[in-house]
């Protein structure tokens, strides 16, 4: 199933602030979490990643953190910078069988200011 | 980017012609995938290989083609059958299903 739920369509920050980004995903068999950043124009660029069998990975200025029970994946960014306005999506990899594509969420616009 | 060479960046369709949108990696990868985006929106999948000679459709294949002759290649044709094709369209590929996507650059394509 497509992540849905718990979703903001857009979010504003202001320069320096930390933003977090959610994401529910549907389905329970999934083992593999991505979140990815598509800056206007571009495709989209992996940012960190983070299988079921961690709750919590950490990337320069960024945390993945993920919540099994309640079926929660969030993007924490540390002192958000102008740069890191785009869009940014999550995707899970859904039953796990061979002949399979990732599912994609449907995406958070982050606007920061200076 | 990062391997992946899509082109033309931007690629405008006369109504009733098919065109065919190329898709080009040099990281090995076996999997390769074709999504289309919309404004706004999320990215819907058209079309995966995940070897060479077989592809299987995605959620909105109708009006799409593919093949998979080489593992280099996956060339998306939108057909005269595809009444709304304005979009932007990206090609990934990828080691397997539980492993993270690269994506091309994307092109831009348009009905005039």
């Known amino acids: 199933g497509e992540s849905v739920g718990l979703h903001l369509p857009t979010l504003s920050v202001q320069e320096g602030d930390n933003s977090i980004i959610n994401c529910a995903y549907s389905?329970?068999?999934?083992?593999?979490f991505i979140w990815y950043k598509q800056e206007s124009g571009k495709g989209p660029q992996f940012i960190i990643d983070?299988?079921?069998?961690?709750d919590k990975r950490q990337g320069q200025r960024v945390t993945v953190l993920l919540n099994k029970t309640v079926k929660h994946l969030s993007l924490q960014i540390a002192a958000t910078q102008p740069g890191d306005s785009a869009v940014y999506f999550c995707?899970?990899?859904?039953?796990?069988?061979?002949?399979?594509?990732?599912?994609f969420g449907k995406g958070t616009t982050l606007s920061v200011s200076s | 980017d990062g391997g992946i060479t899509q082109s033309p960046k931007y690629l405008f369709r006369k109504e009733g012609q098919n065109v065919t949108l190329s898709c080009e990696q040099n990281?090995?990868?076996?999997?390769m995938y074709w999504y289309r985006q919309d404004p706004g929106q999320g990215l819907r999948l058209i079309y995966y290989s995940q070897i060479v000679n077989d592809f299987q459709k995605g959620d909105i294949a109708e009006g799409y083609s593919v093949s998979r002759e080489k593992k280099e290649s996956f060339p998306l044709t939108v057909t005269s059958a595809q009444k709304n094709p304005t979009a932007f369209y990206l090609c990934?590929?990828?080691?397997?299903?539980?492993?993270?996507?690269?994506f091309g650059s994307g092109t831009r394509l348009t009905v005039v």
């Open positions: 990281l090995n990868h076996d999997a």
């Open positions: 389905n329970s068999a999934s083992d593999y």
């Open positions: 983070i299988r079921s069998n961690m």
């Open positions: 995707a899970e990899n859904g039953p796990n069988q061979a002949g399979t594509a990732l599912i």
């Open positions: 990934a590929t990828s080691f397997g299903n539980n492993y993270g996507y690269t």
